[in-house]
């Protein structure tokens, strides 16, 4: 058997850490307001200690107001984050935004970032999560290359 380090590297590089789906409050919502962020962080290790904070964050989701799910993926060596949220109302996601919770991550990760989060936002009435992610990261990342 030969082993390859060079591809063990490069597929180490890529490893994507990707917490479950969760589920917020069960609301009708007949439009569903899209959120997605990407982080790069200053160093791997910046990109590592987020990491824990994201599981809380990732935990008391379900208490946010308006919101219908979250998504959260780490690239800890490409020390990249990404985050996908789903609300019932763009009132909600604002309201979120502006909210101590969010303020306070922000304020806390903002100067471990290399540059400033990229986030956008759009509208749809039906929800797969693959597409939503497939279409976040790649206008992000079209984003990113401008």
Known sequence: MV???VGMVRALVRL???FPWRAGTPAPAPVLHMSAATF????????????PRAALFWARWPEVPG???LSLRFQPLQRRAWMLSVWTSAASLDQFLDSSAHRLVMTTFRPRLSACPRSMRWQTSSFDI???????????SDASSR
């Open 67 to 69: 919101a219908l799910g």
């Open 16 to 18: 994507e850490l990707r």
């Open 40 to 51: 790069t962080f200053a160093t791997r290790r910046d990109a590592f200690l987020a990491a």
């Open 3 to 5: 082993r390859d380090p």
């Open 130 to 140: 693959d597409s939503c992610w497939q279409h976040a990261r790649a206008a992000l």
